[in-house]
């Protein structure tokens, strides 16, 4: 699995292991969904401006969020993606998942947690989203929460 991290923000210096936290995580959903390892994935971490940006001019709402992805392919009929690996080897790009390194500092101290397991959520989170996973309702919600849950205790971030 090729995992690209981007730093696109200065306000906030990255934690320490931060890459290896989410390569751990990305790892985690990826054995969790079978997701072939010829895949990849970007994590790029912005501040609440550059997100703010993104979010409204992707989901029209004009506001910094947490974390946003944005999947290759989009699922069908409100069903997961199936991701299958293609006869000739060629690397699968999943997409992308940016997370607002700000937003993730304030929910960590929020949560009273650290801005570590904060951000080993939200590439869960994101990673989920990638795979066509959603939260609409709450029988989605609680599937997304649940397979969160496993994918964080395999990597280590179980509460």
């Known amino acids: 699995m090729e995992i690209t991290i981007n ?3 200065q306000k906030i210096d990255l934690p320490h ?3 290896e936290l989410i390569r751990k995580c990305v790892l985690a959903v990826s054995h969790l969904e079978n997701v072939p390892d ?3 994935v970007a994590v790029t971490f912005m501040d609440d401006e550059g997100i703010r940006i993104l979010n409204h001019d992707y989901r029209g709402v004009d506001r910094a969020t947490d ?3 944005f999947p290759l392919s989009q699922p069908q009929g409100g ?3 199936v991701i299958w690996q293609s006869a000739d080897k060629q690397p699968l790009i999943l997409g992308d998942i940016i ?3 700000e937003t993730a500092s304030r929910q960590a101290k929020e949560y009273d947690h650290g801005v570590d397991r904060e951000i080993g959520f939200l590439v869960t989170h994101g990673m989920l989203h990638i795979l066509g996973y959603d939260h609409k309702d709450s029988d ?3 599937l997304m929460r649940e397979k969160q849950r ?3 205790k395999i990597a280590g971030l179980n509460r």
């Open 7 to 9: 730093n696109s923000q």
């Open 17 to 19: 292991g931060c890459e």
């Open 38 to 40: 010829n895949s990849e």
């Open 67 to 69: 974390v946003l992805s």
């Open 79 to 81: 069903e997961p993606a």
């Open 99 to 101: 997370i607002s390194l």
């Open 140 to 142: 989605t919600e609680g």
């Open 150 to 152: 496993k994918a964080l």
